[in-house]
């Protein structure tokens, strides 16, 4: 995708537009874009959230897990929990 569809994309999610706001979820999980995800969790979107959880969970990231715990993610509290006990 490129730069200026990607703009836009963003813009429309901005806009309120939740087609264009779960596309650029999908897309930046696709990608393992964790700055993404994260400023796309940081305007409320869950989806963005259980993404970035996943992929924390999956790289071993348990700074951004603990982060996402401590914003009130119980999935990233489990999933902290379940590395601990590994």
């Known amino acids: 995708m490129a730069e ?9 999610a901005r806009g309120g537009d939740v087609d264009a706001s779960d596309e650029l ?3 930046a999980a696709e990608l393992g874009d ?6 796309l ?7 963005a959230v259980e993404q970035l959880v996943q992929l ?12 996402l715990s401590d914003g009130g ?7 902290l929990a ?3 006990a590994e």
């Open 4 to 12: 200026s569809e990607l703009a836009a994309l963003r813009e429309r």
């Open 25 to 27: 979820v999908q897309l």
């Open 34 to 39: 964790l700055k993404e995800l994260r400023r």
């Open 41 to 47: 969790a940081d305007t409320g979107s869950s989806d």
């Open 56 to 67: 924390a969970a999956e790289r071993g990231e348990l700074a951004e897990l603990r982060r």
């Open 73 to 79: 993610s119980a999935t990233a509290a489990e999933q």
């Open 82 to 84: 379940e590395l601990a």
